[in-house]
């Protein structure tokens, strides 16, 4: 079975003024890529409870981040020609635009919501099944790429 590449995004919170900080993708032959965003100049929001729940801090972000236009492209040279998939595209949609924008750049791939692929009987189970994965792999914080991992697992699942 042909697995989905699936895309997330970890953010400094919700809401306007918020950006990502964190992205990473597994595609569809399992493998990982993952890595950190420095924040532009202008990209001020910031959510303590967000760092809780990832456990990325602002001083991490400028040591370690890449810059956003090596980012995007990246994601384009990684990506591009494919349909991607994540399970908040609300959110990350937003979050990935910011990140193009700033990188002044395009994607050249298609983001979609993961739960265009499922059928309502899988749709029921997909929370359940996400939480059992996660619980199996023994991940607690949310970072992108292992997330990206979960979701694919997930997916997985409920497609065989």
Not at 28 to 50: I, K, Q
Not at 111 to 123: H, I, N, S, W
């Amino acid at each position: 079975m042909s697995l989905p590449a699936l895309l997330d995004i970890e953010a400094s919170g919700f809401g306007t003024g918020s950006y990502p900080i964190e992205v990473g993708f597994v595609d569809g032959e399992g493998g990982l890529f993952c890595t950190l965003v420095n924040p532009e100049p202008d990209w001020a929001h910031w959510d303590e409870g967000a760092e809780a729940l990832h456990g990325i801090s602002r001083p991490t972000l400028a040591t370690h981040g890449k810059p956003a236009r090596w980012v995007a492209q990246q994601l384009n040279d990684r990506l591009g020609g494919q349909t991607v998939y994540c399970d908040a595209w609300a959110h990350d949609y937003p979050w990935l635009s910011r990140l193009f924008d700033a990188a002044e750049m395009s994607p050249r791939f298609k983001l979609e919501d993961l739960r265009a692929l499922l059928k309502p009987e899988q749709a029921v189970r997909w929370d359940a099944t996400v939480k059992a994965v996660r619980a199996e792999l023994s991940i607690g914080r949310h970072r992108a790429s292992s997330d990206a991992k979960v979701l694919q697992i997930a997916y997985s699942r409920l497609a065989s």
